[in-house]
């Protein structure tokens, strides 16, 4: 809006311009700097840039506003809506003050000083005095809404960044708060956030949807600098950086953004890199503060911090043991002197060390880092803290924190001894308002929210007075009217479990006071009465017009009824179609009291209040006869539209006609003819749209009662727009969905398509509608006759009060008095409003608190219901009824029990008679069947049960047996070895297995592989075969060549032997040259064998190098691994990797020990078991014995051993259903027992009995039944051998006496005998029992040595894990150096190569060139006068090649080499171009001889192409060279490097080595053992001893003599080297001597000779001409060849003359034939002549088929003519003595000659035939 220009000239001074010009100057500005580049990539940079053309204007063009501008606040600002031409005053409502907060923005904190508070309220900016309570407001200039507030860095300046279409963003001057700069154009929808540079120039701001425009403004010019999209998504917060101004930052959902204000050579750039969150989960980020080095440390939205740097996430903070930071969000982080201090929405403001986190790294592959805060705040339990603000209030720091939980909180954050405890300032309620209620006899205020509290409020005061916190969330509140309580104090509050509150308001002041006690409260809450009618949320209060009901309407579609009494009594409840919206009683100007209840769902209806004595309540609430009326909503918005449409067409039709009449009218007036012309088509107009019903109803958002039955509706989605005037009609329907019915009247509400009317209220005299819409705006609407309708409704006012986006009216009511008007809204605000009434006259008002009921300090508290899962009233009456009902069922059952208990004591005395009577009198049992029927019925009756019983425990069955099945594979199946204990026979030694695991399958993988060696031997196998194979297909294939030749050679005639004599004695020469060229070679191979095996000056020993490398390599290093100068031996070095894989070889070797350990003492039990079966055989046989034996001779039989329980473990896991039966017994008698006994003081020592241990013989029933078989069956043969010696009683004879005698004596020696077997069975067993525990004892002693160091390896292993990522970093850096230098040291290799080789080519153009030279002068002969010409000729233009080329390239030491390889040419060059004489090296001088000028200029050709070739080899090796050096100084470079890390990897090994040497090695010695004594007595400190092995110690002892003898020995052997050398030394210088003698003898010889010096060698191999000799058998051959092919041919010549005899004889036959043809066909012809005409027409004239064929024979006769003459040709020349056929050529006609003829030999086919073998 336009500012006046004469209330800006009034405030601002002379030279300052008008607001007009100065939005022209704005505006201009706007379109010179504004640029928006495209959103390019939002995942890397968004760049955008001031254009170019905005640099280069001129200064002077652009206009800079003054300092000292202000715009006009009442300008700018919003006002209300008034509708034109109306009467209703701009000032119907002012605002008053301002009771909530809107606690849920993440920033709605400012403060401006110590006493000033700054927050955002729907469409106002509050400022809160701190000291006196009062407030001030800002609107907002557009009326849409207030996005952020910011304060300037100085505090003089805050930002108000507002929403709507195209927002401003406006400064204000503080504390004058006078607008100083509004910034236009910055986003589309709203701004979100905003920010100042810390030197205040910049201001950085943020939009939200759809934009999301990050823009940076010079706020002082109003001028966009940079903007740019920030991201795709929601943006919550942007930061200048405090330490560099070109830096930003922004965040919000998902991402966080890193800008860089950038000056390119475009312009200034704005340049964003988004934060990349690798492995760490992708977070929103609320907050993050920027460090003066450039990171960023952001919290996350599981409390963690995050460490950014460049982009990237450096490490992740966290507290100890991996807790997080914060229980939650991280909402803010801020730098305060020094220190880091975040804000979480668990309550807690954690302050920590600045310097350890800046400094912060990753120390493992989690990117966790660990630390703990220095200090910290808990400000209070139920805290969420979203932002804190700090300010100095006389000198000391205070920090003002905005609490999402409704609160503002003061906080003393110096932690010293004087801090201070967290101070709430405020409470207000958190999150939307639900419901409120305005007291009908006073000017207080109820409301209640779901953060469980509800409160009171004086708008008079403004002020709070009280406040009550529930367990649950309020939903629905009604204050009481004065019918129901005259004083004003009771309230229903509707809360979300389904509980409804009546709560009374009282002064507590009236009170008596108690002693001690002092009543400073203005207000005080009691809860009166608690009760729950509803299963979800009350949505809905009511009370009758009379007071004598109150109705409660909730979403579980439901409406209870209560009776208004002292305690409120359950009427009954009624159930609704939908989920109860709103209810509303008739107005006392109804005859009949009504209740209206709309539904969410668009149902409406209407029921009478229901009279307490009619209702019937004592099995449930449920009214079920109560009248109701049904309306369920039919759309009919889109009907209306539809209508609309076709009456503007209509009336754009009607006014066409209208303008075509009045054209005819003016026409005829001025008199002009009208000629009658067709009528035009008429375009077709568009098809009207269709009729559209939603198919989700559109929701009831508020109505009320117009008149009896009938009432207005306003609903929101589609059909909102509107006011609906419905009447309940008489039609009633069974089933109210399928009803349809429509409004009979329809009000349309300006500017409510989008936005419907949420609330509709009325003042006391009805004569204003208060409307409160859900785009947070108040509407107001005066009805003059107090109804309405569309006059009515046309004019209204309207004001923004509540926030836009969220801040929907909750409610709106008027004071009882009709003098203030309040509203509450979704955003957390309540506002009051003054209705035409000025702020004065209500200074004498004051609100007055009801007096508190008498008694009431006297009553007890009223019990709440706390539990939100309790039962409503109708659960509790039906859970009643149903204990009623139960308990009459079960007083039958008692009654039908005893009647049953007495019919069966009558059966038993009938029973009990029939006993008592004679047996032939008594009746039988069958007899008292009435029915077998019956019986068989109760049976299968008794099947049946079993049965389902079966049925019903089959899960529970199953489920035990796969709990049974899991606990064997968790603690059975995973068993190798269980624990066995075998005890010894006669003592009481015993020996148990290992419990052992088996161990996991990766141990044995390389058992499933095969080895290595078995696949390379299979391979070889293989490979083998393969050759085979091929070997003797070689061979066959051989064998069938040689065959072949013989075949050949068997066929070749006897001429041939010449040649292979020939060619044997060729073979034989070259044999011996070959021979002596072998000898030659080999001779030369040896010398040059010896020549190589000679060494060279600096040659060593390989042996000795050897041995000097393994010596050092072994000397061992006897440092102690503590020492600093200690360096860990390449193969003694560890990693994760090698220590795992001791660890698994420790652990299968143990496990491989104890198993074996275990087969052992398992076969032991075995032994056992086997000696028991064989005593227990050895006894029955003794006891055999022993009955024929008496009784004083009889031997006490040896006890026959048991198995203990624990030998056999696995019979604990062997069940039946006996063992099942007796296990449930026993545990049932046990619980019994223990329940007696449990008070008893015996019972302990009795339970202790009953629970002892089961003996051998209930543990082991077979062996029992084992060893109790023997003894019966023994016992059966005494008592038989006892019947027959009492059937034999006579006496005996001497013979049967001797018999028995030696019976005896057999008896007694076989039980002797017997007894000294079982008893040396039983000692030899307990003998191994005791050797193996021996054994065993000595393998316990290893194993825990071997536990001990499996300990102390896996405490290795978890160093080097942690290790692992360094070391893994500083040996890749390493091994990719060794690569490195391993490619560059090949690299060098090849220049290298490449190098000698142009080296090669260029010594190979200089001898090129000097052989050039030397022909030349050859050329030129001697004293030739024309020497000098021809050489200038030669060497012309070769001075300027040379010179500039090599000058340019070559190096230093490739000029020397050229100067010196140089020959006397070069001087020769410059002496010739010194000369000044000009000469024609085109013409031949006279008397020159033309070849040999011709020759030079050939030559000069030459010598320039190798000139040039030489040139460009030397410029090739040059690059070569500088190639080499450049690549060998990075080799330098690499092994630089390459040093350092091995040095760094080195020192890594050693820290390494020394982490492990921390670790306590546990070495078990005994006092022997220690020789480490300190005056001859054991140390207490072991710190300086080392640990050693006997024969380490012995080794080394030993290894100091025999290093001693091999220094001697190493001594002699080297004086003994030396006097060798001596001697090899003059061995040598003697033999150069003899050597050189013998050539010089040699070389005397030759000459002598032959004249001159000759080689040997070369004769020696060229003595034969073996080229030669094969070249004339060759020669041989080929004649051979030839006539043998000459003798094939003259073959073949007698056989083509045979054919062409036979030919000619077959053609002189046809030729006779011919003529006997031509003869009988003349006389054909003259017999036809000489025949007449006359037998008919038909035979008149020659005959077409006698023609054809005459011309056939005709043609016939020609060809074989032609073929005569053929042939006769061929005859002739046949018979010529070179046997070449010479043909003619034929015609084109005979070339038409068919093909029977026989075919022609032609010359090709002669020659190109076969020959034949």
């Known amino acids: 809006m336009e500012a006046a220009p004469e209330e800006s000239k009034t405030s601002l001074p002379e030279e300052s311009p008008t607001a007009e010009e100065q939005e022209e100057e704005v505006e201009q500005a706007e379109s010179d700097t504004e640029s928006v580049d495209a959103e390019g990539d939002l995942e890397e940079q968004d760049n955008s840039e001031v254009p170019s053309e905005a640099k280069k204007r001129p200064e002077e063009v652009e206009k800079k506003i003054s300092e000292t501008f202000f715009y006009n606040y009442e300008d700018i600002c919003s006002r209300p809506f008034v509708t034109e031409d109306s009467a209703i005053p701009i000032n119907l409502l002012t605002l008053k003050h301002s009771f909530g907060?809107?606690?849920?923005?993440?920033?709605?904190?400012?403060?401006?000083?110590?006493?000033?508070?700054?927050?955002?309220?729907?469409?106002?900016?509050?400022?809160?005095?701190?000291?006196?309570?009062?407030?001030?407001?800002?609107?907002?200039?557009?009326?849409?809404?207030?996005?952020?507030?910011?304060?300037?860095?100085?505090?003089?300046?805050?930002?108000?960044?507002?929403?709507?279409?195209?927002?401003?963003?406006?400064?204000?001057?503080?504390?004058?708060?006078?607008?100083?700069?509004?910034?236009?154009?910055?986003?589309?929808?709203?701004?979100?956030?905003?920010?100042?540079?810390?030197?205040?120039?910049?201001?950085?701001?943020?939009?939200?949807?759809?934009?999301?425009?990050?823009?940076?403004?010079?706020?002082?010019?109003?001028?966009?600098?940079?903007?740019?999209?920030?991201?795709?998504?929601?943006?919550?917060?942007?930061?200048?950086?405090?330490?560099?101004?070109?830096?930003?930052?922004?965040?919000?959902?998902?991402?966080?953004?890193?800008?860089?204000?950038?000056?390119?050579?475009?312009?200034?750039?704005?340049?964003?890199?988004?934060?990349?969150?690798?492995?760490?989960?992708?977070?929103?980020?609320?907050?993050?503060?920027?460090?003066?080095?450039?990171?960023?440390?952001?919290?996350?939205?599981?409390?963690?911090?995050?460490?950014?740097?460049?982009?990237?996430?450096?490490?992740?903070?966290?507290?100890?043991?991996?807790?997080?930071?914060?229980?939650?969000?991280?909402?803010?982080?801020?730098?305060?002197?020094?220190?880091?201090?975040?804000?979480?929405?668990?309550?807690?403001?954690?302050?920590?060390?600045?310097?350890?986190?800046?400094?912060?790294?990753?120390?493992?592959?989690?990117?966790?880092?660990?630390?703990?805060?220095?200090?910290?705040?808990?400000?209070?339990?139920?805290?969420?803290?979203?932002?804190?603000?700090?300010?100095?209030?006389?000198?000391?720091?205070?920090?003002?924190?905005?609490?999402?939980?409704?609160?503002?909180?003061?906080?003393?954050?110096?932690?010293?001894?004087?801090?201070?405890?967290?101070?709430?300032?405020?409470?207000?309620?958190?999150?939307?308002i639900e419901a409120m209620s305005v007291s009908p006899i006073t000017y207080l205020l109820a409301t209640t929210a779901l953060d469980r509290s509800v409160r009171i409020y004086d708008f008079i005061s403004n002020s709070q007075l009280s406040e009550i916190k529930f367990k649950q969330g309020g939903t629905a509140l009604t204050w009481a009217p004065r019918v129901v309580n005259p004083k004003g104090g009771l309230i229903a509050v509707g809360f979300e479990d389904g509980v409804v509150r009546i709560i009374e308001v009282y002064d507590p002041k009236g009170l008596p006071i108690l002693a001690g006690q002092t009543n400073t409260e203005n207000a005080a809450i009691n809860l009166k009465q608690a009760f729950k009618p509803h299963t979800a949320a009350v949505t809905a209060l009511a009370y009758e017009q009379n007071g004598d009901v109150l109705?409660?309407?909730?979403?579980?579609?439901?409406?209870?009824?209560?009776?208004?009494?002292?305690?409120?009594?359950?009427?009954?409840?009624?159930?609704?179609?939908?989920?109860?919206?709103?209810?509303?009683?008739?107005?006392?100007?109804?005859?009949?009291?009504?209740?209206?209840?709309?539904?969410?769902?668009?149902?409406?209806?209407?029921?009478?209040?229901?009279?307490?004595?009619?209702?019937?309540?004592?099995?449930?609430?449920?009214?079920?006869?109560?009248?109701?009326?049904?309306?369920?909503?039919?759309?009919?918005?889109?009907r209306i539209k539809l209508e609309e449409e076709i009456a503007l067409r209509e009336k754009k039709k009607q006014e066409k006609e209208k303008a075509k009449l009045e054209w005819i009218k003016q026409q005829q007036e001025m008199g002009k003819e009208i000629e009658e012309e067709e009528p035009e088509e008429e375009p077709e107009e568009e098809p009207l749209p269709p009729l559209y019903i939603p198919e989700e109803p559109s929701p009831i958002l508020c109505g009320f009662y117009s008149a009896p039955g009938k009432f207005w509706l306003s609903l929101g989605g589609y059909d909102s727009g509107f006011l609906y005037h419905c009447e309940f009609s008489n039609d009633h329907q069974d089933d109210p969905e399928n009803r349809q019915d429509e409004p009979f009247e329809v009000i349309p509400i300006e500017d409510t398509d989008s936005n419907p009317i949420h609330q509709i209220s009325f003042c006391t005299?009805?004569?204003?509608?208060?409307?409160?819409?859900?785009?947070?705006?108040?509407?107001?609407?005066?009805?003059?006759?107090?109804?309405?309708?569309?006059?009515?409704?046309?004019?209204?006012?309207?004001?923004?009060?509540?926030?836009?986006?969220?801040?929907?009216?909750?409610?709106?009511?008027?004071?009882?008095?009709?003098?203030?008007?309040?509203?509450?809204?979704?955003?957390?605000?309540?506002?009051?409003?003054?209705?035409?009434?000025?702020?004065d006259v209500h200074k004498e008002l004051k609100a007055k608190i009801p007096s508190p009921r008498s008694g009431l300090e006297k009553?007890?508290?009223?019990?709440?219901?706390?539990?939100?899962?309790?039962?409503?009233?109708?659960?509790?009456?039906?859970?009643?009824?149903?204990?009623?009902?139960?308990?009459?069922?079960?007083?039958?059952?008692?009654?039908?029990?005893?009647?049953?208990?007495?019919?069966?004591?009558?059966?038993?005395?009938?029973?009990?008679?029939?006993?008592?009577?004679?047996?032939?009198?008594?009746?039988?049992?069958?007899?008292?069947?009435?029915?077998?029927?019956?019986?068989?019925?109760?049976?299968?009756?008794?099947?049946?049960?079993?049965?389902?019983?079966?049925?019903?425990?089959?899960?529970?069955h199953e489920k035990h047996l796969i709990g049974l099945q899991k606990l064997q594979n968790q603690f059975r199946d995973s068993l190798e070895f269980d624990t066995v204990v075998v005890h010894a026979i006669q003592s009481n030694h015993q020996i148990s297995t290992y419990r052992l695991l088996a161990m996991s399958k990766k141990y044995y993988q390389d058992k499933e592989h095969p080895s290595w060696k078995s696949t390379v031997l299979e391979q070889a196998w293989k490979e083998a075969e393969e050759t085979e194979i091929v070997r003797e297909t070689r061979h066959a294939r051989i064998f069938k060549g040689e065959a072949e030749k013989l075949k050949m050679s068997e066929v070749r005639k006897p001429a041939t032997r010449y040649i292979e004599s020939k060619r044997e004695q060729i073979r034989r020469t070259v044999e011996k040259s070959d021979k002596v060229k072998a000898k030659i070679m080999k001779r030369k191979a040896e010398w040059d064998e010896l020549y190589k095996s000679k060494p060279s000056d600096d040659y060593e020993n390989p042996k000795d190098v050897e041995a000097i490398r393994e010596a050092q390599e072994n000397m061992g290093c006897y440092k102690l691994k503590t020492a600093t100068n200690y360096r860990v031996p390449e193969h003694k070095r560890m990693n994760t990797e090698k220590k795992v894989m001791q660890l698994t070889s420790l652990e299968v070797l143990?496990?491989?020990?104890?198993?074996?350990?275990?087969?052992?003492?398992?076969?032991?039990?075995?032994?056992?078991?086997?000696?028991?079966?064989?005593?227990?055989?050895?006894?029955?046989?003794?006891k055999s014995i022993q009955a024929a034996l008496d009784l004083s001779e009889c031997l006490p039989l040896p006890l026959i051993p048991q198995l203990h329980p624990?030998?056999?473990?696995?019979?604990?896991?062997?069940?039946?259903?006996?063992?099942?039966?007796?296990?449930?017994?026993?545990?049932?008698?046990?619980?019994?027992?223990?329940?007696?006994?449990?008070?008893?003081?015996?019972?302990?020592?009795?339970?202790?009995?009953?629970?002892?241990?089961?003996?051998?013989?209930?543990?082991?029933?077979?062996?029992?039944?084992?060893?109790?078989?023997?003894?019966?069956?023994?016992?059966?043969?005494?008592?038989?051998?006892?019947?027959?010696?009492?059937?034999?009683?006579?006496?005996?004879?001497?013979?049967?006496?001797?018999?028995?005698?030696?019976?005896?004596?057999?008896?007694?020696?076989?039980?002797?005998?017997?007894?000294?077997?079982?008893?040396?069975?039983?000692?030899?067993?307990?003998?191994?029992?005791?050797?193996l525990r021996h054994k065993k004892l000595k393998l316990d002693v290893q194993m825990k040595s071997a536990d001990l160091r499996y300990i102390t390896w896996y405490e290795e292993l978890l160093i080097l894990k942690n290790l692992e990522k360094h070391e893994?970093?500083?040996?890749?850096?390493?091994?990719?150096?060794?690569?490195?230098?391993?490619?560059?040291?090949?690299?060098?290799?090849?220049?290298?190569?490449?190098?000698?080789?142009?080296?090669?080519?260029?010594?190979?153009?200089?001898?090129?060139?000097?052989?050039?030279?030397?022909?030349?002068?050859?050329?030129?002969?001697?004293?030739?006068?024309?020497?000098?010409?021809?050489?200038?000729?030669?060497?012309?233009?070769?001075?300027?090649?040379?010179?500039?080329?090599?000058?340019?390239?070559?190096?230093?030491?490739?000029?020397?080499?050229?100067?010196?390889?140089?020959?006397?040419?070069?001087?020769?060059?410059?002496?010739?171009?010194?000369?000044?004489?000009?000469?024609?090296?085109?013409?031949?001088?006279?008397?020159?001889?033309?070849?040999?000028?011709?020759?030079?200029?050939?030559?000069?050709?030459?010598?320039?192409?190798?000139?040039?070739?030489?040139?460009?080899?030397?410029?090739?090796?040059?690059?070569?060279?500088?190639?080499?050096?450049?690549?060998?100084?990075?080799?330098?470079?690499?092994?630089?490097?390459?040093?350092?890390?091995?040095?760094?990897?080195?020192?890594?090994?050693?820290?390494?080595?020394?982490?492990?040497?921390?670790?306590?090695?546990?070495?078990?010695?005994?006092?022997?053992?220690?020789?480490?004594?300190?005056?001859?007595?054991?140390?207490?400190?072991?710190?300086?001893?080392?640990?050693?092995?006997?024969?380490?110690?012995?080794?080394?002892?030993?290894?100091?003599?025999?290093?001693?003898?091999?220094?001697?020995?190493?001594?002699?052997?080297?004086?003994?080297?030396?006097?060798?050398?001596?001697?090899?030394?003059?061995?040598?210088?003697?033999?150069?001597?003899?050597?050189?003698?013998?050539?010089?003898?040699?070389n005397h010889l030759m000459m002598k000779k032959f004249g001159w010096l000759v080689d040997f060698e070369a004769v020696q191999a060229h003595s034969v001409n073996i080229h030669m000799e094969e070249l004339k058998v060759q020669i041989m051959e080929k004649e051979y060849v030839h006539s043998q092919e000459l003798k094939e041919w003259e073959e073949r010549i007698l056989d083509l003359r045979q054919q062409l005899m036979k030919l000619t004889k077959e053609n002189t036959s046809k030729l006779q034939q011919l003529n006997r043809f031509c003869l009988e066909k003349h006389q054909l012809e003259t017999k036809l002549d000489s025949l007449k005409n006359d037998l008919g027409s038909e035979f008149q004239g020659p005959r077409t088929t006698d023609i054809k064929?005459?011309?056939?024979?005709?043609?016939?006769?020609?060809?074989?003519?032609?073929?005569?003459?053929?042939?006769?040709?061929?005859?002739?020349?046949?018979?010529?003595?070179?046997?070449?056929?010479?043909l003619q050529t034929l015609s084109p006609q005979d070339s038409e000659a068919p093909s029977e003829t026989f075919p022609v030999l032609t010359p090709e086919m002669v020659t190109n035939s076969p020959t034949v073998p």
């Not at 009824?561 to 709103?582: K, M, S």
């Not at 069958?926 to 899960?955: G, N, P, S």
């Not at 143990?1150 to 275990?1158: A, E, Q, S, T, Y």
């Open 1368 to 1642: 893994s970093l500083l040996q890749g850096r390493v091994n990719t150096l060794i690569s490195e230098q391993e490619a560059v040291q090949s690299k060098l290799n090849s220049y290298l190569a490449q190098m000698e080789d142009r080296k090669c080519e260029t010594v190979k153009l200089q001898e090129c060139e000097k052989a050039l030279y030397a022909n030349f002068q050859a050329s030129l002969g001697e004293n030739n006068e024309f020497a000098h010409f021809l050489t200038k000729v030669l060497k012309k233009k070769i001075k300027c090649v040379e010179k500039k080329e090599v000058g340019r390239e070559a190096d230093e030491d490739e000029n020397e080499e050229e100067n010196d390889e140089k020959s006397s040419l070069g001087t020769d060059e410059e002496n010739s171009g010194s000369e000044d004489e000009v000469f024609d090296d085109s013409v031949c001088p006279k008397d020159c001889n033309e070849a040999l000028f011709r020759n030079t200029i050939q030559l000069r050709q030459k010598w320039l192409d190798i000139e040039k070739a030489l040139t460009e080899e030397k410029k090739v090796a040059a690059n070569l060279r500088k190639k080499y050096n450049a690549l060998a100084k990075k080799a330098k470079v690499v092994e630089t490097s390459l040093d350092t890390a091995e040095r760094e990897l080195e020192t890594f090994q050693w820290e390494k080595q020394q982490r492990l040497n921390e670790l306590y090695v546990v070495v078990p010695l005994k006092l022997h053992q220690v020789e480490y004594l300190v005056n001859g007595e054991m140390p207490s400190d072991f710190s300086q001893a080392l640990v050693f092995t006997n024969q380490s110690l012995e080794y080394l002892q030993k290894r100091i003599v025999d290093l001693h003898n091999e220094k001697i020995m190493q001594r002699e052997i080297y004086k003994k080297a030396q006097e060798q050398h001596k001697q090899l030394v003059q061995d040598k210088k003697e033999m150069e001597i003899q050597i050189r003698r013998l050539e010089e003898k040699c």
């Open 101 to 432: 907060y809107d606690c849920t923005r993440s920033v709605n904190l400012l403060l401006m000083d110590s006493q000033t508070l700054m927050y955002i309220a729907g469409n106002q900016v509050v400022l809160l005095d701190l000291k006196t309570k009062s407030q001030s407001y800002l609107r907002s200039s557009s009326g849409g809404g207030i996005g952020f507030i910011t304060a300037h860095p100085t505090k003089q300046y805050f930002a108000v960044g507002e929403k709507g279409k195209k927002p401003n963003l406006i400064i204000y001057d503080y504390p004058s708060l006078r607008p100083y700069r509004i910034l236009r154009g910055g986003t589309a929808e709203a701004y979100v956030f905003g920010d100042f540079n810390d030197a205040g120039t910049l201001l950085a701001s943020v939009g939200s949807s759809p934009d999301y425009m990050l823009t940076i403004w010079d706020w002082k010019q109003e001028k966009i600098v940079l903007r740019s999209k920030a991201f795709s998504q929601d943006v919550y917060k942007v930061t200048f950086s405090a330490d560099n101004e070109e830096r930003l930052t922004t965040s919000g959902a998902g991402h966080i953004r890193f800008w860089k204000m950038a000056l390119t050579f475009t312009g200034l750039k704005l340049q964003g890199a988004l934060g990349r969150f690798g492995k760490t989960a992708v977070t929103d980020i609320i907050g993050y503060v920027e460090l003066p080095d450039g990171k960023v440390i952001s919290g996350t939205e599981w409390g963690n911090l995050l460490l950014w740097e460049g982009g990237l996430i450096k490490v992740e903070l966290c507290r100890a043991g991996h807790k997080p930071c914060h229980s939650g969000p991280v909402s803010q982080l801020v730098l305060d002197e020094g220190e880091l201090v975040t804000v979480g929405k668990d309550g807690f403001i954690r302050v920590w060390n600045f310097e350890a986190i800046d400094a912060a790294d990753s120390v493992d592959d989690t990117g966790l880092l660990e630390v703990e805060p220095m200090n910290e705040l808990h400000v209070g339990r139920n805290v969420s803290l979203s932002f804190m603000s700090k300010v100095h209030d006389c000198g000391q720091p205070v920090w003002y924190a905005q609490d999402t939980n409704g609160a503002i909180w003061k906080l003393d954050l110096t932690f010293s001894n004087m801090t201070r405890d967290p101070e709430c300032l405020y409470t207000f309620h958190s999150g939307r």
């Open 551 to 638: 109705a409660t309407g909730s979403k579980d579609k439901t409406v209870f009824f209560f009776a208004v009494e002292d305690e409120y009594e359950p009427i009954g409840f009624i159930c609704v179609p939908g989920p109860v919206q709103a209810l509303q009683w008739s107005p006392p100007s109804h005859v009949k009291s009504m209740l209206l209840i709309l539904c969410e769902n668009g149902f409406a209806l209407q029921v009478p209040a229901p009279l307490p004595e009619e209702q019937d309540t004592e099995s449930t609430y449920q009214i079920k006869n109560l009248p109701t009326q049904y309306f369920h909503f039919y759309s009919i918005k889109s």
């Open 1150 to 1182: 143990i496990h491989k020990r104890k198993v074996n350990m275990n087969k052992e003492i398992m076969s032991l039990r075995d032994l056992k078991t086997s000696i028991i079966h064989e005593i227990k055989c050895l006894v029955q046989e003794l």
């Open 1206 to 1331: 624990d030998e056999v473990p696995e019979k604990k896991f062997e069940y039946d259903s006996d063992i099942l039966l007796k296990f449930k017994e026993e545990q049932e008698a046990k619980t019994k027992l223990q329940e007696q006994l449990a008070g008893s003081p015996s019972s302990h020592a009795f339970r202790h009995r009953f629970l002892r241990a089961p003996s051998i013989k209930e543990i082991d029933p077979m062996a029992q039944a084992a060893g109790a078989c023997p003894m019966k069956v023994a016992s059966s043969a005494v008592i038989e051998q006892q019947k027959v010696f009492e059937i034999e009683k006579a006496e005996p004879t001497e013979m049967e006496l001797e018999i028995l005698k030696r019976e005896k004596i057999k008896n007694l020696y076989l039980q002797d005998t017997l007894i000294k077997k079982i008893n040396a069975l039983v000692i030899n067993f307990d003998a191994e029992l005791r050797f």
């Open 859 to 956: 009553e007890k508290a009223t019990e709440d219901i706390e539990d939100p899962n309790a039962c409503n009233i109708e659960e509790v009456k039906q859970k009643k009824e149903y204990e009623r009902i139960m308990k009459e069922a079960e007083e039958k059952k008692n009654k039908k029990r005893e009647e049953l208990i007495a019919l069966r004591h009558e059966f038993l005395v009938l029973l009990q008679k029939n006993q008592e009577l004679p047996k032939h009198m008594q009746l039988p049992r069958e007899q008292y069947e009435m029915d077998h029927r019956i019986f068989e019925e109760l049976d299968r009756q008794t099947a049946q049960r079993i049965q389902l019983v079966q049925k019903e425990l089959a899960w529970e």
């Open 765 to 839: 005299s009805r004569l204003l509608m208060f409307c409160g819409m859900q785009n947070g705006a108040l509407r107001v609407y005066p009805l003059q006759d107090k109804g309405l309708s569309v006059n009515t409704l046309k004019e209204y006012w309207s004001f923004n009060v509540h926030d836009n986006d969220y801040g929907q009216i909750q409610g709106i009511c008027s004071s009882y008095d009709d003098r203030f008007l309040i509203t509450c809204g979704g955003d957390g605000n309540i506002f009051t409003f003054n209705v035409l009434s000025p702020e």
């Open 1749 to 1782: 064929e005459k011309a056939r024979l005709e043609s016939r006769l020609k060809h074989m003519a032609r073929d005569a003459a053929l042939l006769r040709e061929e005859i002739h020349l046949l018979s010529r003595k070179d046997g070449c056929l010479f």
